[in-house]
């Protein structure tokens, strides 16, 4: 069993290398890649690699959204502007929310049952446009839309490795990272760690640890000074999650990963992860266990320290007014 993968926004710093990655999977039999330029140029570039997926470019002329979301299986999603010194995720919202909202609506017309992946920043904001688009058409699946929070799982681990002195440990270190995609939001839990740090970890050296992974984006946006934000390691990231689904979609059991999802009050586990967190809250990202119709349960956010519990009541007054605004963007009286 193979897929179509389509990518929006695939000319871009993510776009690119995304597409190349999604291009070395066997599991992708055909590539779509949709930008608002280069993609004729991009798709040309991939299409010489030796490998089965067959990549075709489109370009907003002639229905070339439809065209390339015609009979999609998973969408990616970095379409938008990235950061840059002195830019805020929320700064993103004004331009990205409207990028994000058009897409959205042709996935919802085109290929209503996608899995679909959002990348796009203001993440905690862009998932809720996709979905209140999606309910707006009558076509809203829970299970089908997923906020990729795989880069701070991923800085997660590369950071524990490098505590543990053995950066090759880093990719088979488990490591949930809950909450939302931004700053505070962003809840490392290091105490469920498949490698737990040493044992006498400072305190202070855990918090510093926690704000690395929580900050990790200003890292890359302060380093690359203008020129955006992480691309590279968001690709890596992005190819990541979008393999699990496929293989999850395909029907391999088992597959965990942590993603900001809607928490649906049906048999899903949503109404489980409300309950750890205590406060009304529609979305978290949260382990989810992924199946053949994408979200196959949400899981628990299992046994948290105090310190992981405090991290997670700050972070939930921020999510709700980021996930408010993404949902009044496309639903104002609500
Ligand atoms: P980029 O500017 O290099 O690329 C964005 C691409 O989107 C460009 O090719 C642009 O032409 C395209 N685009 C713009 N409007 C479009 C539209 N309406 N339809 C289709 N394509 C459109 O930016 P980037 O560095 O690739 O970052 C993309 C987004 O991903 C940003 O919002 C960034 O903040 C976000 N991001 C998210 C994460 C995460 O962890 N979720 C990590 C890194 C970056
Ligand atoms: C990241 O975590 O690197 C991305 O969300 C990009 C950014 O602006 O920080």
């Given at each position: 069993?193979?897929?179509?993968?389509?990518?929006?926004?695939?000319?871009?710093?993510?776009?690119?290398?995304?597409?190349?990655?999604?291009?070395?999977?066997?599991?992708v039999k055909e590539l779509a890649l949709y930008?608002?330029?280069?993609?004729?140029?991009?798709?040309a570039d991939l299409s010489h690699i030796s490998t089965p997926a067959k990549v075709v470019g489109y370009l907003p002329p002639d229905d070339g959204l439809k065209k390339a979301l015609a009979g999609a299986d998973i969408v990616v999603i970095p379409a938008g502007v990235p950061r840059k010194p002195g830019v805020t995720y929320d700064d993103l919202f004004k331009i990205n929310a409207g990028i994000v909202r058009d897409l959205a609506t042709g996935?919802?017309?085109?290929?209503?049952?996608?899995?679909?992946?959002?990348?796009?920043?203001?993440?905690?904001?862009?998932?809720p446009i996709v979905v209140e688009v999606f309910k707006k058409h009558g076509v809203f699946d829970?299970?089908?839309?997923?906020?990729?929070?795989?880069?701070?799982?991923?800085?997660?681990?590369?950071?524990?490795?490098?505590?543990?002195g053995d950066l090759s440990l880093s990719s088979s270190i488990n490591v949930p990272v809950v909450g939302g995609h931004s700053g505070v939001t962003i809840v490392p839990l290091f105490s469920q760690s498949s490698h737990p740090l040493?044992?006498?970890?400072?305190?202070?050296?855990?918090?510093?640890?926690?704000?690395?992974?929580?900050?990790?984006?200003?890292?890359?946006?302060?380093?690359?000074?203008?020129?955006?934000s992480a691309t590279l390691s968001m690709a890596y990231a992005g190819a990541e999650f979008a393999e699990k689904v496929l293989r999850a979609l395909k029907g391999e059991k088992g597959i965990v990963a942590p993603t900001f999802v809607h928490l649906t009050s049906d048999k899903s586990g949503g109404e489980t992860v409300k309950k750890e967190i205590g406060k009304e809250i529609d979305y978290f990202s949260a382990p989810v266990e992924l199946g053949p119709q994408g979200v196959a349960k949400i899981l628990s956010l299992g046994k948290l320290t105090d310190s992981e519990k405090a991290l997670i009541d700050a972070a939930v007054p921020e999510l709700v007014i980021n996930i408010e605004k993404g949902v009044s963007f496309i639903a104002p009286s609500k």
């Open positions: 069993m193979s897929f179509k993968a389509v990518v929006l926004g695939a000319a871009g710093g993510i776009g690119q290398p995304l597409s190349l990655l999604l291009k070395a999977n066997p599991l930008d608002i330029v280069n993609t004729p140029g991009v798709a996935i919802a017309t085109a290929a209503p049952k996608a899995a679909v992946l959002v990348i796009s920043n203001p993440v905690n904001s862009t998932v829970p299970k089908k839309i997923f906020g990729v929070t795989t880069l701070d799982v991923v800085r997660a681990q590369t950071f524990i490795a490098e505590v543990l040493p044992s006498g970890y400072a305190t202070s050296d855990l918090e510093a640890l926690t704000k690395r992974v929580q900050f990790g984006g200003d890292e890359v946006v302060k380093a690359k000074d203008g020129a955006g």
